[in-house]
């Protein structure tokens, strides 16, 4: 009895093994340094599994070929595969059981040069509190391609007695995510983030409320030089520069308004200005989940909290904030707000020609990131289409 005992036992662990087997999709891919132009060797990979918060589901290490493997005990369950190379994340959405290619970079203190190709504030209010919610796009085209990875990536300045409310960061190819800011010693309307700046575009989203009391005085303050600014508000509100010719003539889009900075870019300080009224804007801020636990951290990377996926509330189409914006402007990086100025009625007449020119560099610019691997296949696709679809809009304006 004993022995047929012993036996049943092996056959259970047996089956419990292939069954647990069978239960388990294996994750291939390679980690490659677009620094260096070398398999990045020995670096942490981590499979993190989404759902009410992040958990840890697989780790291993890059070979000397710059291979892993990783076994998801979950398949069906969504996942992010995260690198840690010179202690700044890299994480891939999990899609398909194709191998993934994923690309890091050295880390260095600091990039000279480092700008923005679009920010936007959008300016909402009750009539007892004022909302404000700025939105930066920041982008980092080093040559050999590196990380900017220090405490202070960027900077948060708050106008008198307002109060931050919330910070939201995002890479290229990353996920949003909740970014702890730190106070500056002794002052409370200073912060610094140290979420890294990696190749391509890095999208920054934070918010705050002050008190109003009238009309309420803004005098923003830039922690790059932006190639493109504007306020978005509703049409209820008052916009009022506080410097005639600091700003355009507003345009409309989409229930919005949007006046946009003379001066391009903008360095420093924004011009100051003035706001009243009541009014909600139509654009939605994006409001990624509540930030879960998380793979320890490890070097200057310590400040990214990843959320669950993002749940944005969406706009039309279902689109999230970010979206909706580039397609206002048209895209993150193009050479202005020319869209809206378009169809004004007083547009200049050369105008549609601006746009047509400005729609076919930032077209190139687009073909020039996906072959750098500066965006992801998914990102290409979104903002080509949207891209295409205003070039088509500005040739038919064009022939009638």
């Given at each position: 009895?004993?022995?047929?005992?012993?036996?049943?036992?092996?056959?259970?662990?047996?089956?419990?093994?292939?069954?647990?087997?069978?239960?388990?999709?294996?994750?291939?891919?390679?980690?490659?340094?677009?620094?260096?132009?070398?398999?990045?060797?020995?670096?942490?990979?981590?499979?993190?599994?989404?759902?009410?918060?992040?958990?840890?589901?697989?780790?291993?290490?890059?070979?000397?070929?710059?291979?892993?493997?990783?076994?998801?005990?979950?398949?069906?369950?969504?996942?992010?595969?995260?690198?840690?190379?010179?202690?700044?994340?890299?994480?891939?959405?999990?899609?398909?059981?194709?191998?993934?290619?994923?690309?890091?970079?050295?880390?260095?203190?600091?990039?000279?040069?480092?700008?923005?190709?679009?920010?936007?504030?959008?300016?909402?209010?009750?009539?007892?509190?004022?909302?404000?919610?700025?939105?930066?796009?920041?982008?980092?085209?080093?040559?050999?391609?590196?990380?900017?990875?220090?405490?202070?990536?960027?900077?948060?300045?708050?106008?008198?007695?307002?109060?931050?409310?919330?910070v939201d960061a995002k890479s290229?190819?990353?996920?949003?995510?909740?970014?702890?800011?730190?106070?500056?010693?002794?002052?409370?309307?200073?912060?610094?983030?140290?979420?890294?700046?990696?190749?391509?575009?890095?999208?920054?989203?934070?918010?705050?409320?002050?008190?109003?009391?009238?009309?309420?005085?803004?005098?923003?303050?830039?922690?790059?030089?932006?190639?493109?600014?504007?306020?978005?508000?509703?049409?209820?509100?008052?916009?009022?520069?506080?410097?005639?010719?600091?700003?355009?003539?507003?345009?409309?889009?989409?229930?919005?308004?949007?006046?946009?900075?003379?001066?391009?870019?903008?360095?420093?300080?924004?011009?100051?200005?003035?706001?009243?009224?009541?009014?909600?804007?139509?654009?939605?801020?994006?409001?990624?989940?509540?930030?879960?636990?998380?793979?320890?951290?490890?070097?200057?990377?310590?400040?990214?909290?990843?959320?669950?996926?993002?749940?944005?509330?969406?706009?039309?189409?279902?689109?999230?904030?970010?979206?909706?914006?580039?397609?206002?402007?048209?895209?993150?990086?193009?050479?202005?707000?020319?869209?809206?100025?378009v169809g004004k009625r007083d547009?200049?007449?050369?105008?549609?020609?601006?746009?047509?020119?400005?729609?076919?560099?930032?077209?190139?610019?687009?073909?020039?990131?996906?072959?750098?691997?500066?965006?992801?296949?998914?990102?290409?696709?979104?903002?080509?289409?949207?891209?295409?679809?205003?070039?088509?809009?500005?040739?038919?304006?064009?022939?009638?």
């Open positions: 009895m004993k022995i047929h005992s012993e036996v049943g036992k092996f056959l259970l662990i047996g089956c419990l093994g292939v069954l647990s087997a069978a239960g388990a999709d294996t994750i291939t891919g390679t980690v490659h340094n677009r620094t260096t132009g070398q398999a990045s060797v020995g670096d942490d990979v981590v499979l993190l599994r989404l759902g009410e918060g992040m958990q840890e589901a697989a780790r291993t290490k890059t070979d000397a070929q710059g291979a892993f493997m990783l076994s998801a005990t979950a398949p069906d369950a969504q996942h992010i595969v995260r690198v840690m190379h010179q202690g700044v994340n890299y994480d891939q959405t999990l899609r398909g059981k194709a191998p993934l290619e994923i690309k890091v970079f050295d880390a260095v203190a600091k990039i000279p040069g480092l700008s923005g190709t679009m920010g936007v504030v959008q300016i909402e209010s009750d009539g007892q509190t004022l909302k404000v919610t700025e939105k930066y796009s920041i982008r980092n085209i080093s040559n050999p391609p590196v990380t900017q990875s220090g405490a202070r990536n960027f900077e948060i300045s708050l106008p008198p007695k307002a109060v931050l409310d919330s290229g190819q990353g996920v949003w995510v909740k970014v702890p800011p730190v106070p500056d010693k002794g002052r409370s309307d200073r912060f610094a983030l140290g979420f890294p700046l990696r190749p391509g575009d890095t999208l920054f989203n934070y918010s705050y409320h002050l008190p109003v009391r009238g009309a309420t005085a803004l005098h923003l303050h830039l922690s790059y030089p932006i190639e493109r600014f504007a306020v978005m508000h509703a049409p209820s509100m008052t916009f009022k520069p506080s410097r005639p010719g600091t700003f355009k003539a507003p345009g409309i889009a989409d229930g919005v308004e949007i006046d946009e900075a003379a001066v391009e870019p903008v360095v420093g300080d924004v011009p100051p200005f003035e706001i009243s009224g009541v009014g909600v804007s139509a654009v939605a801020a994006p409001s990624p989940a509540v930030a879960a636990p998380q793979t320890p951290p490890t070097g200057n990377n310590a400040q990214a909290v990843p959320p669950a996926p993002p749940t944005a509330p969406a706009g039309r189409e279902g689109m999230p904030l970010w979206t909706i914006v580039t397609a206002i402007v048209v895209v993150a990086g193009l050479g202005g707000f020319l869209l809206l100025r547009a200049s007449p050369d105008a549609g020609n601006s746009l047509q020119e400005a729609l076919k560099e930032e077209l190139l610019h687009l073909e020039t990131e996906r072959q750098n691997g500066s965006i992801s296949e998914e990102e290409y696709v979104s903002a080509k289409k949207a891209l295409d679809v205003s070039l088509q809009r500005t040739l038919a304006r064009k022939g009638s």
